[in-house]
């Protein structure tokens, strides 16, 4: 595998402004916010939950199982998350199954920007997973594999969109959106991506299909000449991949120096979110008593220090044809012992039956919470509608 390509000084520049602005405008979600988070209820259940059910079937590239759960994922933004933007990026392959055949590959985008901000100037939290399943064992489900982690980002983005449609709005209202810095051209896209897996075994060629040509065909697409990002590859702030999760006691290592302090921030919400004992997964769960039980992290390399971090990893995912552009990397995979993978990986017991339901449920509550922190939503939660518009915005802006 490569090693992480040499960032253009325009790239940096901008890491950097996004890095002084997350330290002077970077403001905490309350613990009031953390504990009234938008709960999925029974979104998750795997035989009719709305969000994941529909995901748990084979879905193999260009089979009518793969085409079913797009579907599904434009019928949620459409209905549900209507001021969303829906694109498809599709390109075709043949694969090693697949003898002269070209096999179509549909990468599913949404995304939602500042009502008053040109395409090629907002940067973009994306959230990212693979929704299709492998060829091989036949009847192969792939529920953390990653089913379960695309109904996380559904739940997520979902959970924020209100607080996002009230922030803007205070924004055009005040009137001084322009004047707000960076955060008024900070958005946020969802990236279903297909054809993760090998259908053989792993190469280079017979892998990441749907990856590599997105990272590709964004990379060749250019905004325009004035704006502040050169390509759409260029517009992602920070590629957060969620892939294997929703076994019980996940462990998460952090991989790369560039973006532990977003692995940090990730971290430190969970252990406040397990401090408000919120996470279901946790023995401490709504308990009564004042005691709780000491509990390891998920995200268990917070207090290394970023010289710690390797690198570069061995592991392929489909973050790997954006890192080898320069793009920011945060690559969400558990790890249980550190070396492999959850014991159901790439066997049939990886169904619904075999996930942690709990589990599943407090990454969705963690992952609403750092997109939510991202975008700056405090404050524009449900339980602080008294607040006045301008009362709310100029906190904001005094911070
Ligand atoms: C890509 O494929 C999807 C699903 O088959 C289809 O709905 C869409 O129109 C295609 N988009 C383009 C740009 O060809
Ligand atoms: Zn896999």
Not at 37 to 57: E, Q, S, T, V, Y
Not at 254 to 273: C, I, K
């Amino acid at each position: 595998m490569g090693i992480v390509c040499g960032h253009s000084i325009w790239h940096r520049l901008i890491s950097l402004l996004y890095l002084v602005q997350f330290a002077l405008a970077y403001q905490q979600l309350s613990e009031e916010t953390l504990q009234n988070l938008p709960r999925p209820g029974n979104d998750f259940d795997i035989r009719n939950g709305k969000l994941l059910a529909p995901i748990l079937r084979t879905r193999i590239p260009g089979t009518p199982g793969s085409t079913a759960v797009l579907n599904h994922f434009n019928d949620f933004f459409k209905t549900t998350l209507p001021d969303w933007t829906i694109d498809f990026q599709n390109s075709t392959s043949k694969t090693p199954v697949s003898g002269n055949k070209e096999v179509p590959f549909v990468n599913f985008i949404a995304s939602r920007d500042p009502p008053w901000a040109s395409k090629g100037d907002v940067g973009r939290l994306t959230l990212v997973a693979h929704y299709d399943s492998k060829y091989t064992p036949e009847g192969f489900i792939g529920a953390i594999d990653s089913a379960a982690p695309c109904a996380m980002i559904m739940h997520a983005v979902r959970s924020i969109d209100a607080a996002l449609t009230r922030k803007w709005k205070d924004m055009e209202a005040q009137g001084d959106a322009l004047d707000a810095g960076l955060d008024a051209y900070t958005g946020i896209q969802v990236l279903f991506l297909d054809g993760e897996e090998a259908f053989q075994t792993w190469t280079n060629s017979d892998s990441l299909y749907g990856a590599r040509s997105l990272a590709e065909t964004w990379g060749e697409t250019s905004h325009s000449p004035m704006a502040i990002f050169r390509t759409p590859l260029s517009s992602i702030s920070l590629f957060m991949l969620l892939d294997l999760l929703g076994s019980k006691n996940p462990l998460i290592q952090s991989y790369f120096p560039t973006t532990h302090w977003a692995y940090q921030s990730l971290a430190d919400l969970e252990g406040r979110l397990r401090k408000l004992k919120q996470f279901k997964s946790s023995p401490n769960y709504d308990s009564e008593t004042g005691q709780t039980v000491d509990e390891p992290q998920w995200l268990a390399d917070a207090e290394k220090g970023e010289h710690l971090i390797k690198a570069w990893t061995t592991i392929q995912d489909d973050h790997i044809p954006f890192l080898r552009r320069g793009v920011d990397i945060l690559h969400i995979i558990d790890t249980p012992d550190r070396t492999g993978f959850p014991p159901v990986w790439h066997t049939l017991n990886d169904d619904g039956e075999h996930l942690d339901l709990p589990t599943v449920e407090d990454w969705s509550i963690l992952v609403t919470a750092f997109a939510a922190e991202w975008m700056e939503l405090e404050g524009y939660f449900d339980g602080d509608a008294q607040d006045t518009p301008e009362k709310m915005y100029t906190r904001k802006t005094e911070l």
